[in-house]
């Protein structure tokens, strides 16, 4: 059997680096190595581009820019492939499909699909419009708007001018407490809580340092439920409905990747509405983005009164060994090994 080249990128420029670099050791360990050559793509957080050819297994343990040769995408499209630069030459590494497992800015808003998209290797996960939508939360709740899903109460700023008349309005229009996010932004990052006029204007600030369109939310008091898809617009797998148990304020960064006493569960106590509301809004949300491989889709389930919200999706979501998507998959039957078989299957199938 030929084997097929998959380079793993990961790394990037972006807040989540670290994460990513979680991610994609737990893939690149999984991979089955008699199907695939592996080629880990490193990017650092100066934006520099690596081949690593080193051992896997080391590769959280050394200094990736010392270790590895320099290289790049090739965006001439008949090469289809990595620029290897060696000392005084280079080499045209032929690249199956890559699996870019970037989280956050560069990674899942569309931009490092478009170069792969420009050099024609194929890919793991959505294409460049779905991938930029889904990020921006600002377009995803129009989107959901549309699609009669209910979603929390919010209020936009596009920039800081005239901010105390906006946050009056933002007081008349949404009840405390608030969650002020960064309209373009993963993994809870520039997220604040607010309780009050002077939180909102300090969490305003904190999530704009991050991206110019920021989005205020109206709290929910209730629980955090998630729901993982694999599949295509043709064929997907909804899994089973994930909870996250908070110990902090929120699942902020922290609470996600660091606190040892947030964890993700898989509830057995969800009324079954809520979980059908759940699963058919998840796919009517993947099918209007035009999402492709994989998402991860985030809800509410409010305490009072049993209501579900959409809260965000996710086209990258973590593959670390505490991450939700994983999880969830292989609740619903699709072991670790099989769901990146199958990812790389609908990857190689689908043009996007």
């Known amino acids: ?91 045209v590494m032929t690249i199956d499909i890559a699996i870019p497992i970037i989280h956050g800015k560069n990674g899942e808003d569309g931009s490092i699909q478009g170069l792969l998209s420009i050099s024609k290797i194929p890919y793991i996960g959505c294409g460049v419009l779905a991938s930029s939508m889904a990020f921006d939360k600002s377009i995803t709740k129009i989107i959901v708007e549309d699609l009669n899903i209910r979603q929390t109460k919010s209020e936009l700023i596009i920039n800081l001018e005239d901010v105390e008349n906006k946050i009056e309005k933002i007081e008349q229009t949404l009840k405390y407490p608030m969650f002020v996010k960064p309209s373009n932004s993963g993994s809870s990052q520039g997220i604040s809580k607010v309780m009050n006029k002077e939180e909102l204007k300090a969490g305003i600030k904190i999530a704009n340092k991050i991206d110019n369109k920021v989005i205020i939310e109206e709290g929910i008091i209730g629980r955090e439920l998630e729901c993982a898809i694999l599949g295509d617009k043709n064929e997907k797998i909804v899994s089973s409905i994930g909870e996250i148990i908070v110990e902090g304020e929120f699942y902020g960064y922290e609470e ?10 898989i509830p057995d106590d969800i009324e079954i509405e809520a979980i059908e509301y759940i699963k058919e809004s998840s796919k009517k949300i993947f099918d209007a983005l035009g999402c492709v491989g994989l998402s991860r889709v985030d809800f509410f389930l409010e305490e009072k009164t049993k209501k579900v919200y959409f809260n965000e999706i996710n086209t990258m979501p973590g593959f670390t060994n505490i991450s939700m998507y994983p999880m969830l998959l292989e609740d619903s039957g699709v072991k670790y090994n099989i769901l990146l078989d199958k990812l790389i299957e609908i990857g190689m199938e689908n043009d996007k």
């Open 256 to 265: 996600k990747y660091n606190d040892v006493n947030s964890k993700t569960i």
């Open 1 to 91: 059997m030929t084997k097929l080249n998959v380079a793993v990128i990961f790394g990037g420029d972006s807040n989540e680096h670290e994460v990513s670099m979680k991610s994609a050791y737990n893939i690149m360990c999984t991979l089955d190595v008699e199907k695939y050559n592996i080629i880990p793509v490193y990017i650092s957080k100066r934006g520099g581009w690596y081949i690593y050819d080193g051992k896997i297994s080391n590769m959280l343990n050394v200094n990736l820019e010392k270790v590895s040769y320099k290289g790049i995408i090739s965006p001439d499209s008949t090469d289809r492939g990595l620029i290897k630069f060696l000392d005084g030459s280079y080499k």
